[in-house]
T-cell receptor
Framework: DAKTTQPNSMESNEEEPVHLPCNHS???????IHWYRQLPSQGPEYVIH???SNVNNRMASLAIAEDRKSSTLILHRATLRDAAVYYC????????????FGGGTRLMVKP | DGGITQSPKYLFRKEGQNVTLSCEQN?????MYWYRQDPGQGLRLIYY???????QKGDIAEGYSVSREKKESFPLTVTSAQKNPTAFYLC?????????????FGQGTRLTVV
């Protein structure tokens, strides 16, 4: 299975943009890049996903490198409610619907 | 509303007892998953099921068992063979064949061995 690598933790100031990186150098052509976040004592929630092109939604933006070996989740204005663990995962339904999580990045937001 | 429901939210078990965690979804999703999460750690896959009456072991299946008799339900049994069962357990579901859709997670069951 293709793996992802993320920093263990990051800090941000409230109201500032946050760029959360993810490396996936062994990504295959059919892997979608998904991001989820998990608040304490809750199940993960979907944030955004993409294949090749950059994506925007109401929660965040996803910037995907041209070679697809890395991606960056962008929170345009961090709030205290964005403090969570962010997971970058690869999904390939051709690989038996595996949904494999790594360690994620713990984002701390300072007021 | 459509969603995925786990119950109970908190569960206490005596050593040597089997316990079953419930996971139900009304999203008409084919694939369902069980994960274990230890404090400060990521999610580790226990079992997953792509269709009714079929399931596969994940990375840490020892000491656990599952069944998938109905599309909507994927219960997880933590057996006495699981030596360190205290953890946060999460259930998820996704529609198969649609890589551009999100996975849905339950709110989790926190199991404590007393």
């Amino acid at each position: 299975d293709a793996k992802t690598t993320q920093p263990n933790s990051m800090e941000s100031n409230e109201e500032e943009p946050v760029h959360l990186p993810c490396n996936h150098s062994t990504i295959s052509g059919t892997d979608y890049i998904h991001w989820y976040r998990q608040l304490p004592s809750q199940g993960p929630e979907y944030v955004i996903h993409g294949l090749t092109s950059n994506v925007n939604n109401r929660m965040a933006s996803l910037a995907i490198a041209e070679d697809r070996k890395s991606s960056t989740l962008i929170l345009h204005r961090a709030t205290l409610r964005d403090a969570a663990v962010y997971y970058c995962i690869l999904r390939d339904d051709n690989a038996g619907n595996m949904l494999t999580f790594g360690g994620g990045t713990r984002l701390m937001v300072k007021p | 509303d459509g969603g995925i429901t786990q119950s109970p939210k908190y569960l206490f078990r005596k050593e040597g007892q089997n316990v079953t965690l419930s996971c139900e979804q009304n999203l008409n999703h084919d694939a369902m998953y069980w994960y274990r999460q230890d404090p400060g750690q990521g999610l580790r896959l226990i079992y997953y099921s792509q269709i009714v009456n079929d399931f596969q072991k994940g990375d840490i299946a020892e000491g656990y068992s599952v069944s998938r008799e109905k599309k909507e339900s994927f219960p997880l049994t933590v057996t006495s063979a699981q030596k360190n069962p205290t953890a946060f357990y999460l259930c998820a579901s996704i529609p198969t064949g649609k890589m551009n859709t999100e996975a849905f997670f339950g709110q989790g069951t926190r199991l404590t061995v007393v």
